[in-house]
């Protein structure tokens, strides 16, 4: 079975442009959740959708958005972007919004020069 | 911010037992304990979760104490595969919204 897909793998933009990125859950799987990690540091929760629904929002500006699909697949997408923004994406994948275990995809890594 | 407190790192030897601790001393009865690895800048991979009784799997046992304050994962033949940031999240049952902190780094020595 195919685990969670993100493309693309690697990414580099210019400051204030716009990119984005997208997310495949594992089949059967109606939860995603979205997370930035900057080197060095752990993930930090950005979204969480379940059924097409915003289920919750960290602590990022309104510059990054995010939605869900009928398939349930997902785009998160960052507007305006500054060098700070530059980290790796995570989605990750799960049943339902309060699912036993959620699995990750391997990530885009986002460069912003 | 994270709800956990961990070692920044430790070291095991190849083929001992690598015993990770976490502290959770805030942890509520309906938060669960997770742990994930990361291997090198790769998406985390699940381990192993509970919520107040021990659990084994294939790849690790969670150990949480009767007051559930703190918990240890213990990974039962450290191989050099195994060499990895190790998380402990609590995580409330109502959502998937993972809160990290920093995780230890293991290393497994030859």
């Known amino acids: 079975d195919a685990g969670v897909t993100q493309s693309p793998t690697h990414l580099i933009k210019t400051r204030g442009q716009q990119v984005t990125l997208r997310c495949s859950p594992i089949s059967g799987h109606k939860s995603v959740s979205w997370y930035q990690q900057v080197l060095g540091q752990g993930p930090q929760f950005i979204f969480q959708y379940y059924e097409k629904e915003e289920r919750g929002r960290g602590n990022f500006p309104d510059r990054f958005s995010a939605r869900q699909f009928p398939n349930y697949s997902s785009e998160l997408n960052v507007n305006a972007l500054l060098l700070g923004d530059s980290a790796l994406y995570l989605c990750a994948s799960s049943y339902w919004d309060g699912g036993t275990e959620a699995f990750f995809g391997q990530g885009t890594r986002l460069t912003v020069v | 911010d994270a709800k956990t407190t961990q070692p920044p790192s430790m070291d095991c030897a190849e083929g001992r037992a690598a015993n990770l601790p976490c502290n959770h001393s805030?942890?509520?009865?309906?938060?669960?304990v997770y742990w994930y690895r990361q291997i090198h800048s790769q998406g985390p991979q699940y381990i192993i979760h509970g919520l107040k009784n021990n659990e084994t799997n294939e790849m690790a046992s969670l150990i949480i104490t009767e007051d559930r304050k703190s918990s240890t994962l213990i990974l039962p033949h450290a191989t050099l595969r195994d060499t990895a940031v190790y998380y402990c999240i609590v995580r409330p049952s109502s959502n998937y919204q993972l809160i990290w902190g920093a995780g230890t780094k293991l290393i497994i020595k030859p």
């Open positions: 805030t942890i509520s009865g309906n938060e669960y």
